[in-house]
């Protein structure tokens, strides 16, 4: 996968592009991230990147001239075309039969789609991606209209810049690329995971998710300063186990994210520990 990132801040991405997974699948090829400087594609001596809005309005906003030569720049597929393969999947196609190339050009907006795991893993199978980082009060609507193919959010609330939300969004994608963690399984192992995307390997004893927060988790010592781990997760018995983390998953998505249970792929045995807890209280 190749990763391009647009600001106007190159020098913020040094360090969260340097450490962990992150490093290790750029080190391995699985990644490769280029940063481009939108200054570097200003006209004018005071490499200015942004102007007063049309109509009026506190603060600035960011021209579209450099963000359009900047992108236009990295040979991509025309927008129409990767909205298209958006649309259409990883199996889209042109007329005539052509495979539309697997890219997509990101505005980070805080009025773009809001970042969830499911768009992480779409965004993880695409062959490359560009996430330009807003800055100021907003970026020029032409950039969204005629440059971009989406727009997409980390949160709701509002950040200084892009920037951050680019870092969050390239963590969540590389990391889900086939390699880039030790264990491919433990992607699979995570809250927010799907329940789609675990039925086809079936349920084991570390009890995937399956759209619920994750289980607790403990390590040695067994006891420490009096608190100790849950006598089930000790005895050996891995159907238990199972049970036990997958009751507690349910407990805490109901406690802190009951709004994720309405997707959740809950099964016979969930609605059984569901009415246990709900007994209980």
């Given at each position: ?121 779409e965004l993880a199978e695409l062959d490359r991606i560009v996430l330009i980082c807003g800055r100021y009060e907003g ?95 000790v005895n050996g018995n891995h159907d238990e186990i199972r049970r036990w983390r997958r009751q507690q998953a349910l ?31």
């Amino acid at each position: 996968m190749k990763i391009d990132l647009v600001t106007i801040f190159p020098e913020f991405f040094r360090g969260p592009l340097d450490f962990g997974i992150l490093r290790r699948a750029r080190e391995a090829g699985l990644v490769e991230i280029s940063i481009h400087d939108l200054r570097e594609f200003t006209r004018d001596k005071h490499r200015t990147v942004d102007d007063r809005p049309f109509g009026g309005g506190e603060g600035m906003v960011l021209k579209p001239e450099p963000i359009f030569e900047c992108v236009e720049k990295l040979d991509l597929a025309p927008q129409a075309e990767r909205i298209v393969r958006r649309i259409g999947g990883l199996h889209a196609s042109l007329e005539g039969g052509q495979r539309v190339r697997n890219q997509s050009v990101i505005l980070l907006s805080a009025q773009g789609t809001r970042l969830n795991q499911a768009l992480a893993q779409e965004l993880a199978e695409l062959d490359r991606i560009v996430l330009i980082c807003g800055r100021y009060e907003g970026v020029d609507e032409r950039v969204s209209q005629y440059l971009a193919d989406r727009e997409i959010s980390i949160g709701d609330y509002v950040l200084s810049g892009g920037e951050l939300g680019a870092a969050v969004i390239v963590d969540t994608v590389v990391r889900l690329i086939p390699g880039a963690v030790g264990n491919d399984a433990s992607t699979k192992q995570e809250s927010f995971t799907s329940h789609a995307d675990i039925a086809s390997d079936g349920p084991s004893s570390t009890c995937v998710s399956g759209g619920l927060l994750d289980y607790p988790h403990y390590t040695r010592p067994a006891d420490f300063r009096g608190m100790a781990v849950p006598e089930v997760l000790v005895n050996g018995n891995h159907d238990e186990i199972r049970r036990w983390r997958r009751q507690q998953a349910l407990e805490k998505t109901l406690r802190n994210r009951p709004d994720l249970m309405e997707e959740a792929g809950l099964s016979e045995e969930d609605r059984e520990l569901l009415a246990r807890i709900e007994a209980r209280d």
